[in-house]
């Protein structure tokens, strides 16, 4: 059975940085794509960043790009989102999840199940940006 922990989330102004973590206490994520996901009330799920093994790509959406980094630590089999230059709008539960039938986030579906498969997910952190 594979757990995802997330942790790092908290209370913020508006302007202000987070480090999500995600960690898997008893599996190894090497091998594996990592993706963040976040959801916030009344809206869906959506696709916030991922993160590959195999070639070290990493994606983002729109929403983000230029302002939240997802990072890879391999020695301590922890995944990361910096997230800086925080807005109200980023308030949301963050999910990490993992893919355990690639090992590359898939180009332009990383998000869809056309691309990756994620299979396991943590029970997410809440981010809570303030204006």
């Known amino acids: 059975q594979v757990q995802l922990v997330e942790s790092g989330g908290g209370l913020v102004q508006s302007g202000g940085s987070l480090r999500l973590s995600c960690a898997a206490p008893?599996?190894?994520?090497?091998?594996?794509?990592i993706a963040w996901f976040r959801q916030a009330p009344g809206k869906e799920r959506e696709g916030v960043s991922c993160a590959s093994y195999s070639d070290g790509s990493t994606y983002y959406s729109d929403s983000v790009k230029g302002r939240f980094t997802v990072s890879r630590d391999n020695a301590k089999n922890t995944v990361y989102l910096q997230m800086d230059s925080l807005k109200p709008e980023d308030t949301a539960v963050y999910y990490c999840?993992?893919?355990?039938?690639?090992?590359?986030?898939?180009?332009?579906?990383?998000?869809?199940?056309?691309?990756?498969?994620?299979?396991?997910w943590g029970p997410g952190t809440q981010v809570t940006v303030s204006s």
């Open positions: 999840a993992a893919d355990l039938q690639h090992s590359r986030c898939v180009p332009h579906a990383w998000r869809t199940r056309q691309g990756n498969n994620y299979s396991y």
């Open positions: 008893d599996f190894t994520l090497d091998y594996y794509a």
